[in-house]
C-alpha cells in the first residue's frame, strides 16, 4: 500500500485536559475536531472522511454538519485510532475521500453525557463473560495484570522493574504543563502506594481523567499547501488476538504487538534504531516493557534494564512517552490519540519536553487486554 | 449478592454440563489433535469440524495471577486471586485458586494445582487449589 503519500495536516486535544465538568463525551469530540480544523485552516465542510470510536461515526459526522463519502467506526479499544489512521490512509490512497477527521473525546474521569465505553469483557454469554467474569475481574487493573507475574519470572524481571517506568513517565512528565501528575516519584514511592491487584500499586496503573485529540489526513501532495509542516505516514500496522487476556497465546509477549509492529516497520522501510521518539501506550506500567521487546527495540529479557539504564529517559537515546504517558499525562479510557498527538507535537517542534532533532516517531496502541494493537510510524521530512 | 454466573450458549453447554457432574471437559480435534478451550465446534487451530469433547485430568499449573484488592461485591470483601492455569493437555484457564491463603507467599507460579468445582445452584464453577491441598 502506498502509505507514504498521506500525511497528518492538522492535530489538537482538547483546550482542556483532565477534569472537565462542563463538557459532554460528544462535545469532547468536537471541541478537539474544531481546535484541529483551526489548526489546518478548515472548517467542518471541507472535511469528507470521518472516523471515530466510542460515538458512532453517524453522531460525529451529524453533530459536526460534515456529509462524509467515507466512514469508520472501528472500535477494539484505545489503539482504534491508530487503526482509523491506517484505513484512512488506504481509503485517501483509493480516493475514497480527501480530506479525513479522525476524532476522540471521553469523559472518564467526570462521567458527562458518558454512555458505555469500552471495556472489554462483555454479557453473560460471550466468551468472556462465561470464561473470565465469573471468577471477579474488575475491569483492566484486574484484567490487563493477570499475565505479568508470568512474563517478570520468564525475563527474570523484579515489581521495581515496574515501579521504574511509573518513575521515569513522571520525569517526563514534570516537563509538560498539561500532565495531571508532574510531583516526582521514587520507586520506594511506587511499590508503597495502594495495592490495587499485586503486583500492581496504584501509581503503576493509569490516570482516569477527561479530554479528546482529532487529527486531520489528507493526501502529502494537498499537505503541502496547509499552514503547518506536514507530518508523513511511513508505516502502518495493526492486529487483533483475543478478547480474553486468560487465553493470549505467550504471556511474555504480544501477538498483535509483533503483528502490528512488524507491519509498521515493514511498510516503512526502517528499523528501530532509525527512530528517534517513541511512544508506546502504557495504560499499565508493563506495557512499555512488552512494547520494547515486542516491536524490536530491545531483545526479550533487556527491556528492562534499557529503561533502568535511562535510556528513555530525558536525554537518554530512546525518549519514550515523553508527553508523561497514561500513567502521569492523561488517561481518558482510550488513550491512544493522546500517544498519537505527542507523536505529532514532537515532529512538528513543539512538545513541552520537545526531542532535538525528532525525525521519526512511532505511535503504538493497546486495544483491550494485549486484545488489538495498531502501530504508526511518522516521520517530518517527506519520503 | 448473587455471583456472577455464565449464561451457557448452545456451543458451551456441554462443558456447564460437566462442571455439574464433577467433570472438566476439554475438546480436541480429531484431524490435527489440538486440545483447545474455551469451547466451539470447530478447531481454532486448523479449521476442522471433527473434534470430540473428552474429560481432562483436571491437573495442571499455577500460570500468572493477580491478587484483586478490589474485589467484587459479588465475589467477597477479602483480597483475592484471580489466576490462569496451564491445563496438563495444554489450554489456559482463568479461575480462583482456592484453600489456600491468598498471598504472593502461598500463591507461587507454577506450583501443580487440581480442579475443585464449587456448585452456585444452575451453574457450578471449576476452581483450582494447590495439588493434594
Known amino acids: 500500500m502506498k502509505q507514504k503519500t ?27 475536531a474544531l481546535n484541529a480544523l483551526a489548526d489546518c485552516g478548515l472548517k467542518p465542510s471541507d472535511i469528507d472522511g470521518v472516523a471515530t470510536a466510542g460515538l458512532s461515526p453517524t453522531e460525529l459526522a451529524y453533530y459536526l454538519g460534515i456529509t462524509p463519502t467515507w466512514a469508520d467506526g472501528t472500535s477494539v479499544g484505545g489503539c482504534s485510532f491508530m487503526l482509523h489512521v491506517r484505513h484512512a490512509a488506504a481509503a485517501i490512497n483509493e480516493g475514497l475521500c480527501k480530506t479525513v477527521l ?20 462483555g454479557g453473560g454469554s460471550s466468551l468472556p463473560g462465561q470464561f473470565e467474569a465469573p471468577y471477579g475481574p474488575v475491569g483492566p487493573p484486574s484484567m490487563f495484570t493477570i499475565p505479568v507475574l508470568r512474563y517478570l519470572k520468564t525475563r527474570g524481571y523484579s515489581i521495581e522493574d515496574l515501579a521504574n517506568v511509573a518513575v521515569i513517565q513522571r520525569e517526563w512528565a514534570a516537563k ?7 510531583d516526582p516519584i521514587t ?24 479530554g479528546g485529540g482529532a487529527i486531520i489526513l489528507t493526501s502529502a501532495e494537498r499537505a503541502k499547501d ?10 502502518t500496522g495493526e492486529s487483533v488476538e483475543t478478547p480474553m487476556v486468560s487465553q493470549m497465546e505467550d504471556f511474555n509477549s504480544s501477538k498483535a504487538f509483533r503483528v502490528s509492529g512488524k507491519k509498521a516497520f515493514d511498510e516503512a522501510g526502517i528499523r528501530p534504531a532509525d527512530v528517534d521518539h517513541l511512544m508506546i501506550y502504557d495504560a499499565f506500567a508493563h506495557l512499555p516493557l512488552y512494547g520494547l521487546e515486542d516491536l524490536g527495540f530491545c531483545k526479550p529479557g533487556e527491556a528492562a534494564g534499557f529503561i533502568r539504564e535511562r535510556n528513555t529517559a530525558i536525554g537518554g537515546k530512546l525518549p519514550l512517552n515523553t508527553n ?26 513543539i512538545a513541552p519536553a520537545q526531542v532535538p532533532g525528532a525525525k521519526i ?23 | 449478592m448473587d455471583r456472577v454466573l455464565p449464561q451457557p450458549t448452545p456451543e458451551t453447554q456441554h462443558f456447564w454440563d460437566g462442571c455439574k457432574a464433577g467433570e472438566l471437559l476439554l475438546q480436541r480435534c480429531t484431524d490435527c489433535t489440538k486440545s483447545y478451550f474455551p469451547p466451539r465446534p470447530f478447531c481454532p487451530k486448523c479449521g476442522s469440524r471433527k473434534v470430540e469433547v473428552y474429560k481432562a485430568a483436571g491437573t495442571g499449573k499455577l500460570w500468572s495471577y493477580v491478587i484483586n484488592h478490589r474485589p467484587r461485591p459479588d465475589i467477597g470483601t477479602e483480597p483475592h486471586s484471580i489466576a490462569v492455569v496451564m491445563l496438563d493437555e495444554g489450554p489456559q484457564m482463568m479461575t480462583n485458586i482456592v484453600d489456600c491463603p ?27 487449589k494447590p495439588a493434594g491441598a
Not at chain 1, 176 to 182: I, L, V
Not at chain 1, 226 to 235: E, I, M, N, S, T
Request: aromatic letters at 8%.
Open chain 1, 6 to 32: 498521506v500525511a497528518a495536516v492538522g492535530a489538537a486535544e482538547t483546550t482542556e485536559l483532565g477534569k472537565i465538568t462542563d463538557m459532554s463525551v460528544i462535545q469532547l469530540h468536537a471541541d478537539a
Open chain 1, 102 to 121: 479522525i476524532t476522540h473525546g471521553e469523559s472518564g474521569r467526570s462521567r458527562v453525557g458518558a454512555g458505555g465505553g469500552f471495556r472489554g469483557g
Open chain 1, 176 to 182: 509538560n504543563p498539561r500532565a495531571s501528575m508532574k
Open chain 1, 187 to 210: 520507586v520506594d514511592d511506587v511499590m508503597n502506594a495502594r495495592m490495587i491487584a499485586y503486583p500492581f500499586t496504584l501509581l503503576m496503573c493509569c490516570l482516569v481523567t477527561d
Open chain 1, 226 to 235: 496547509f499552514p503547518r509542516k506536514p507530518v508523513y505516514v511511513l508505516g
Open chain 1, 324 to 349: 508523561g504517558g497514561g500513567l502521569s499525562y492523561m488517561h481518558s479510557g482510550m488513550y491512544g490519540m493522546y500517544a498519537m498527538q505527542e507523536s505529532l507535537r514532537q515532529l512538528r517542534g
Open chain 1, 361 to 383: 516517531s512511532v505511535s503504538h496502541g493497546v486495544g483491550g487486554m494485549f486484545g488489538a494493537s495498531g502501530t504508526i510510524i511518522w516521520s517530518n521530512e517527506a519520503p
Open chain 2, 102 to 128: 491468598q498471598t504472593p507467599e502461598a500463591l507461587q507460579l507454577d506450583m501443580p494445582v487440581e480442579v475443585k468445582f464449587q456448585d452456585f445452584g444452575q451453574i457450578t464453577l471449576p476452581f483450582f
